[in-house]
């Protein structure tokens, strides 16, 4: 165990939590104000979690997620910016982009560090007195399973939410069952070209718990494996029931990238690929020899499944942050300021009001949540506001308090939220490079339409 001590607070670095898009961002414009960033990633490279869904493509074009100061720091290294128009997978956003901006960050970016905990230096969350004149000390776990206390004075955590899924039980909880039965569920949008994962669904009745862009995602891609193999079926899932709006905007969508995969899903269902469920909010997991019943809190039991993929939505863990100040809205644990302008019920991703500073502050001075974990359980984020927070915070822990109040970013009103989820069908997402607007796969982003809880914006 190692502690570093620092004479001063100002002298130390601005831990930021998490080497993603908005985490390398952040660094990037710690970098460019002339303060030393410290970047700690949990995975072993840039972009851990974007790496995870590696086979989907986003429904933003290059040009709308990547970082104006990140690309100043990539620059002079002779490094290619992508295409603008085109539109990149997470493998290709990681390996293209976030893996070259780390590597030009160099020694401020550690990998297999894991925070377990934030607080202030020789107080807890209890103590006023002093509070605001310490130094923040964070705890790292290392991947050979060594600790380190890391002095910062300030934290920015943009870490995401992509380590916990909501569970598939109805009222936020796990379903009774469903831990038992983990060896058949999965949480994430399978990628069906891995061999592997394929066999998993190939020729089996496969329920899809979701109603958002990650559902659709889904159900398109176990259509076409169905109609391949034959067995393949696909039981959609939805807590709701359908509505002109279910699909999404379809052929008159903003963006065709996201109208084509609703159509794919609606497609699915009327071929026959899939046949959907409505109105059923999962209480119960139980086992048919083989097989998984899913159990309805009216009571109704599905005909056995053989496989269930759960795309309820994501949240925050905030387990490390126990002992500092946060205030978070009571419904989408998002911070108080920030959480009427993205509430789901109201605002889709276009309408999201560009924010900084002032809306991301908490009751503890110079900690910041950022990115998707800013966003709490609302899918209503997207990149080009996450650089926008990142670039508000940077200049108001360097004092420039003018430019950290300064908007300078304009969204366009399109409200997507998720990837485009087409795979490798890069025709299927040449949308209007200007109606894009989110860096979030569909994968990341589960029930466009639906409230917070089931999903979407």
């Keep these: 165990m190692s502690m570093n001590n620092v004479p001063t607070t100002d002298q130390l670095p601005v831990v930021v939590v998490g080497a993603g898009p908005v985490g390398l961002a952040a660094a990037a414009r710690l970098v460019e104000r002339g303060l030393e960033p410290l970047v700690v990633e949990a995975g072993p490279s840039a972009g851990t979690a974007v790496r995870d869904w590696a086979h989907v493509r986003l429904?933003?074009?290059?040009?709308?997620?990547?970082?104006?100061?990140?690309?100043?720091?990539?620059?002079?290294?002779?490094?290619?910016?992508?295409?603008?128009?085109?539109?990149?997978?997470g493998g290709d956003w990681a390996e293209r982009y976030l893996q070259p901006l780390a590597d030009v960050l160099g020694d401020k970016v550690r990998y297999g560090a894991t925070v377990t905990g934030v607080a202030r230096a020789g107080r807890d969350r209890i103590v006023d007195s002093g509070r605001d004149e310490q130094p923040f000390t964070v705890h790292i776990q290392t991947a050979d399973g060594g600790e380190e206390r890391i002095s910062a004075r300030a934290v920015i955590d943009a870490s995401g939410t992509w380590s916990t899924p909501s569970p598939l039980g109805a009222n936020g909880l796990p379903a009774l069952g469903e831990k038992t039965a983990a060896d058949r569920i999965a949480y994430r949008v399978p990628d069906l070209g891995d061999p592997a994962v394929r066999a998993r669904y190939a020729g089996k009745r496969t329920a899809?718990?979701?109603?958002?862009?990650?559902?659709?995602?889904?159900l398109a891609a176990l259509a076409d494996l169905a109609k391949e193999e034959d067995g393949t079926h696909a039981v959609w899932i939805l807590r709701r029931g359908i509505t002109g709006s279910t699909f999404g905007g379809g052929e008159t969508d903003q963006l065709p990238a996201r109208g084509a995969l609703g159509l794919r899903a609606k497609a699915a269902v009327e071929e026959g690929h899939a046949s959907a469920v409505t109105g059923f909010r999962t209480q119960a997991v139980e086992r048919d020899d083989d097989r998984l019943v899913l159990v309805a809190e009216d009571g109704r039991r599905l005909d056995p499944v053989d496989e269930v993929i759960v795309l309820t939505g994501l949240?925050?863990?905030?387990?490390?942050?126990?002992?500092?100040?946060l205030g978070l809205d009571e419904r989408l644990q998002a911070p108080t300021a920030l959480a009427p302008l993205?509430?789901?019920?109201?605002h889709s991703c276009g309408t999201v009001y560009p924010h900084g500073v002032n809306e991301?502050?908490?009751?503890?001075?110079?900690?910041?949540?950022?990115?998707?974990?800013?966003?709490?359980?609302?899918?209503?984020?997207?990149?080009?506001?996450?650089?926008?927070?990142?670039?508000?915070?940077?200049?108001?822990?360097?004092?420039?308090r003018e430019a950290a109040e300064r908007v300078e970013l304009t969204l366009p009103e399109t409200g997507v939220c998720g990837g485009a989820g087409l795979f490798d069908e890069p025709d299927a997402t040449q949308a209007d490079p200007g109606g894009g607007c989110c860096a979030a796969p569909a994968t990341l982003q589960i029930g466009i339409g639906a409230p917070a809880a089931s999903g979407g914006c």
Excluded at 315 to 325: G, I, W
Aim: charged share 20%.
């Design 315 to 325: 949240r925050p863990d905030l387990s490390f942050l126990s002992e500092v100040r």
């Design 360 to 400: 991301l502050s908490h009751p503890e001075k110079g900690i910041h949540l950022v990115g998707m974990k800013s966003y709490g359980r609302a899918p209503t984020f997207l990149a080009m506001t996450g650089y926008e927070q990142v670039r508000s915070i940077a200049a108001a822990i360097a004092g420039d």
């Design 208 to 218: 899809v718990v979701g109603s958002g862009a990650s559902a659709f995602t889904a």
């Design 59 to 89: 429904f933003s074009p290059w040009s709308e997620v990547i970082d104006p100061a990140a690309e100043k720091l990539l620059a002079p290294t002779g490094w290619v910016r992508p295409d603008g128009a085109a539109y990149p997978t």
């Design 342 to 346: 993205i509430d789901p019920n109201v």
